[in-house]
């Protein structure tokens, strides 16, 4: 791994040998929270098997803020699936907290792309959802889902149906339950991905404010660069086909950061320019299907690149 120092302090490690992960010097003095240790996964489809991931490290720190980006197909959802227990690894170990990962447990709480609430509960309910199969007593289940409904700003709404939200209330929603259930880490798959602009940017904002007051470690899936840059600490660039770690960039910004300040923008700029030869990779797959050298799996049906700067914020 070599390091360098890109726009302004940007600090840049390459992946050019695996070794385990082990990150920036300020990773390394830090408590672990999540422990990802080469982790290897493949699938089995019609046209044989799919190598999607390829000996995957990954460190990352208690109440640390991880984004992964990477172009369509490359593995993120896997990795973050594998890391919540619902998918099994074929190779490799994943510890969180000192624990091996061996299922899903409350120690680790995923928020999806669409907030999948129940819509047949109001607000509320749906906040003190979890607490009620933890046996959480009437108030004092109220009280927990009162004060995480404060810190996304949607009190006023707390009697309100679902269907009377807007996307951007039901994400805070889906935020306020999985923070009420107070879980070590918070696994966010392209949370913001179906928001408008303003809206991902409000939200941008809010969940700042909600890690630096919680201090949850969070793992973020993301195709807007600049989301990245906006809220992590440490940004993990895969490559596909297999997906592996190709880069690690440390953003060292101070907070809460906006969408729209120069820094941002610069970093993200450096950013997209090292994830471009990805997405270039996965555009002449597309091109010529048949006959791809480029990936180890035979390409058929690659979805169009989605990884985006960001830059219309
Ligand atoms: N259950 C499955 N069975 C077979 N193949 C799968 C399965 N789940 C994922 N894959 C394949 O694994 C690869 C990685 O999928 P994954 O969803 O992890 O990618 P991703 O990086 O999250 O993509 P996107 O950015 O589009 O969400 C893809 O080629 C996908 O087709
Ligand atoms: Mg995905």
Redesign the pocket.
């Known amino acids: 791994m070599s390091e360098s120092v890109g726009v302004d302090n940007l600090i840049e490690l390459d992946y050019v040998k695996i070794d385990g992960g082990q990150g920036t010097s300020k990773a390394n003095s830090a408590k672990r929270d999540l422990c990802i240790q080469h982790v290897s996964k493949s ?3 019609k046209n044989g098997s ?1 190598y ?1 991931l390829e000996d995957i490290n990954l460190e990352i720190n208690q109440g640390e803020f991880v984004c992964l980006v ?1 172009p ?8 973050m699936n594998i890391v919540a227990g619902l998918e099994k690894a074929d190779s490799g170990d994943v510890w969180a907290n000192g624990r091996r990962i061996q299922g899903a447990g409350p120690d680790r709480v995923v928020i999806f792309q669409e907030a999948a609430l129940f819509p047949w509960l109001n607000v509320i309910k749906n906040v003190e959802f979890g607490l009620k199969l933890k046996g959480i007593s009437g108030r004092e289940r109220r009280n927990i889902a009162l004060e995480y409904l404060k810190m996304v700003h949607l009190t006023k709404f707390q009697n309100s149906h679902i269907h009377e939200l807007s996307g951007g209330m039901k994400q805070r929603v889906a935020i306020a339950r999985a923070l009420a259930m107070n879980p070590e880490m918070l696994l966010m798959d ?1 949370p913001f991905s179906a928001l408008d602009a303003q809206t991902r940017w409000i939200l941008h904002y809010e969940l700042q404010n909600i890690w630096m007051k919680t201090k949850k470690t969070i793992l973020f ?1 993301t ?1 807007n660069i600049r989301e990245a840059v906006c809220l992590a600490d440490r940004i993990f660039i895969l490559s596909t086909s297999p ?1 592996r770690i190709k880069k690690e960039f440390a953003i060292d910004l101070p907070r809460p950061r906006d969408d729209n300040d120069v820094n941002v923008a610069e970093y993200s700029t450096r950013i997209m320019q090292e994830l471009k030869a990805e997405i270039d990779k996965v555009v002449r797959c597309e091109m010529d299907a048949d006959s791809c050298v480029e990936c180890d799996i035979k390409c058929t049906s690659v ?1 169009p690149a ?1 990884t985006d700067i960001g830059g219309g914020i």
């Open positions: 699938f089995q489809s799919v999607v990477g369509s197909g490359c593995g993120k959802t896997t990795l392209e899936v195709h997906g979805e989605k």
